[in-house]
């Protein structure tokens, strides 16, 4: 992630450094003139002394112009990172595999998503800018102070190298420290989650307080490891702090003996202080924003770990089906559990297949394995007496309308529920509405802008499964896959829905309906039982 985000802004990474270096050489500057100024007017001699005090306003005006322009450059890199990096993972998401999806928790991915990618803009905004400014100034100091007195370079060449040994040393435990918190604040999250989902369910088993008292529990490990993260990072931090100011009382003291010896000059002296007392704030600086970078590379791990999972191609292939899809000899497990055996089906165009069986037996994973969101261990797919590959299957998705066990509602009108992205006319969409049993809807007094909630809070089961059908429908695909579309409605809507499913079966449309009801048997040219990983033909259309 951070190689690829790298290589995107490399320029203006490049303009971070340049100021970062040009800030901290003008920052010398200010302090080598402010000395000779002090040295002028102790000598009385006035020409240098405006000269100088000239050269001085002019470098301050330079300062004061790059630190703004520094600053627009960072409101303007935040906004193009913050968009390029959640577009690139929003995008990862949308276009993950199914079967990459299963590895994660909800909320832990919204984490990864909204928190963790502030890890990128920290790094960007702040501690890369720190961590160049601050190792800048402290390699300018260095040369400043050779020019001015050998024996202070080597003072301080000793010191920096024994800050280095300190900050590497703390540093690399305060990143372990924080990949930790950042997971278990991110499993946090995803308990959260969780819990709003079973809120009823929670609710109705009198589990509030079990609930209750296992959040506290994931709360405190979770701050705890936080804890951890800030106290090692602190001792660091103090440690650190103690070798800098002690090593400026021991350069003070070595100043005033060389004053005392006529070495150095009173101004060379108070610029040499100048520079080691501020060099101790940059020194703490430096720590502190590797020690920052370190925390966001933890969180950046957390995102290379999602963006690792593999995708599906974004642009769904083409493909043809005018004869037949075969499934030949499909094997298929979850996890270590079998679930399709060398199973074999032939369905041919305009068809209309059943498969019933008992629950868990897998007729769902079937059409999984149709729409592509997972693909058989062995065996073979066969479209139109063409193999089709991992990949190319995802291309039946162009010509499927879905219909799953449980449907999606997303949060908006139901006019945007059934466009589902597209967009078409009244007339179409109250059309498909009615041949979905969802007439009653159109009656509301909002009629198709009425507010469906997130997840279809506020529909019935029945309802949420209808406007999913009325969704598909108005697509108008050549295949049907229905799983188990009249499971929660009543004979009445049944009926209807059945009346739409044998309206798409004369129009030509091929289908595959998976169910455990009597009624949509009767309209299928076949049926079968899925048992044992295999699917056995039940002739005479009766179970
Ligand atoms: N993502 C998954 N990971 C592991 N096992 C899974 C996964 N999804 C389903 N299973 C298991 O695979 C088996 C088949 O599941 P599937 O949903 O296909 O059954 P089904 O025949 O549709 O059942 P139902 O009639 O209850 O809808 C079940 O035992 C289920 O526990
Ligand atoms: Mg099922």
Redesign the pocket.
């Known amino acids: 992630m951070i190689k690829l985000l790298v290589k995107r802004y490399l320029l203006i990474i490049g303009m971070i450094t340049l100021l970062g270096w040009s800030l901290s050489f003008i920052d010398i500057l200010m302090i080598s003139k402010g000395g000779k100024i002090i040295d002028y007017f102790g000598n009385n001699n006035l020409y240098e002394l405006k000269r100088n005090l000239k050269i001085f306003v002019i470098i301050v005006v330079i300062s004061l112009f790059l630190q703004t322009f520094l600053g627009w450059l960072f409101s303007y890199i935040r906004k193009k990172i913050i968009f390029d990096s959640e577009m690139f993972i929003f995008n990862h998401l949308i276009y993950l595999k199914p079967t990459a999806l299963?590895k994660f928790k909800t909320g832990d991915i919204v984490n990864r998503i909204s928190k963790d990618i502030q890890s990128i803009t920290l790094f960007f905004n702040k501690s890369y800018l720190d961590l160049v400014k601050n190792c800048s100034y402290i390699l300018f100091s260095f040369v400043y102070i050779c020019v001015l007195n050998k024996t202070f370079s080597t003072f301080f060449i000793i010191y920096v190298i024994f800050l280095i040994f300190v900050t590497i040393f703390f540093t690399k435990r305060v990143q372990k420290f924080y990949y930790g918190y950042y997971n278990k604040y991110a499993q946090k999250n995803a308990y959260i989650t969780e819990v709003i989902y079973g809120l009823i369910t929670i609710k109705s088993n009198l589990a509030c307080k079990f609930f209750g008292s296992r959040f506290k529990s994931i709360l405190k490990d979770t701050l705890n490891e936080g804890y951890r993260a800030d106290l090692v990072s602190l001792l660091g931090m103090v440690l650190t702090l103690f070798v800098v100011l002690l090593f400026v009382i021991l350069s003070f003291l070595m100043g005033l003996h060389f004053i005392t010896k006529n070495i150095l000059t009173l101004g060379s002296f108070i610029s040499i202080f100048a520079v080691y007392i501020s060099n101790s704030n940059k020194i703490s600086n430096v720590y502190n924003s590797i020690a920052s970078i370190r925390a966001n590379l933890a969180g950046i791990k957390r995102l290379d770990e999602f963006i690792k999972e593999e995708r599906e191609v974004e642009q769904l292939p083409e493909i043809r089906f005018s004869k037949k899809i075969i499934l030949r000899n499909i094997n298929f497990r979850?996890?270590n559990?079998e679930?399709l055996k060398d199973l074999n089906l032939t369905v041919r165009k305009g068809e209309f297949v059943c498969i019933t069986?008992?629950?868990?037996?897998?007729?769902?994973?079937?059409l999984?394995m149709l729409l592509g969101f997972i693909y058989p261990f062995s065996g073979d797919i066969i479209i139109d007496d063409e193999r089709v590959d991992e990949d190319e299957m995802l291309g039946l998705r162009r010509i499927i309308g879905y219909l799953p066990?449980h449907p999606f509602i997303l949060d908006g009108t139901l006019r945007e529920n059934v466009e589902f992205g597209e967009k078409y006319e009244d007339s179409k969409i109250i059309e498909v509405l009615k041949r979905s049993g969802l007439e009653d809807f159109l009656n509301r007094q909002e009629g198709l802008n009425t507010v469906l909630k997130e997840g279809g809070k506020n529909l019935s089961g029945g309802e949420r499964q209808r406007i999913h059908l009325a969704r598909i429908l108005i697509k108008n695909r050549e295949i049907y896959l229905f799983?188990?579309p009249t499971s929660n409605v009543d004979r009445k809507t049944e009926r209807i829905i059945l009346e739409t499913i044998r309206e798409l079966k004369e129009k030509g449309k091929t289908i595959i309906l998976?169910t455990?009801r009597e009624a949509p048997l009767k309209l299928a040219d076949k049926i079968y039982e899925?048992k044992d990983g295999k699917l056995k033909e039940i002739k005479g259309g009766e179970k």
């Open positions: 299963l979850y996890d559990v679930i069986g008992k629950t868990g037996v897998g007729k769902s994973t079937l999984s066990q799983d188990e998976v455990h899925l």
